[in-house]
Nanobody, 122 residues
Framework: QVQVVESGGGLVQAGGSLRLSCTPS????MGWFRQAPGKEREFVAA???????YYADSVKGRFTISRDNANLTVYLQMNSLKPEDTAVYYC????????????????????WGQGTQVTVSS
């Protein structure tokens, strides 16, 4: 099973930027999800090994997912942050049964990072 380690996060004012990092133990499709208090975990972005990218409508044009294949690290650059982006962010690697067409489904992912808090103040 792939292990993933996250870093980044913190407190930022609305309109600011943050970058999250996630390093899996091997090359794989990777996703970012977030969970706000009292809400379900929701898809944010995902990237394939060939660097095809996928985004939730709520973050398109503001967030960018990328990867450095030399060190396996996946980044989530978050710009123009809004208070509604406040959540715990998780990176995840998919299970062997995942389908790329369901990149948005957290049930397709089996290896999760510990989560990192992102707080955007108004």
């Amino acid at each position: 099973q792939v292990q993933v380690v996250e870093s980044g996060g913190g407190l930022v004012q609305a309109g600011g930027s943050l970058r999250l990092s996630c390093t899996p133990s091997r090359r794989t499709f990777m996703g970012w999800f977030r969970q706000a208090p009292g809400k379900e975990r929701e898809f944010v972005a995902a990237i394939s090994w060939s660097e095809n990218t996928y985004y939730a409508d709520s973050v398109k044009g503001r967030f960018t997912i990328s990867r450095d294949n030399a060190n396996l690290t996946v980044y989530l650059q978050m710009n123009s942050l809004k208070p509604e982006d406040t959540a715990v962010y998780y990176c995840a690697a998919p299970a062997s049964y995942y389908r790329t067409s369901r990149y948005y489904d957290p049930n397709m992912y089996i290896s999760w990072g510990q989560g990192t808090q992102v707080t955007v103040s108004s």
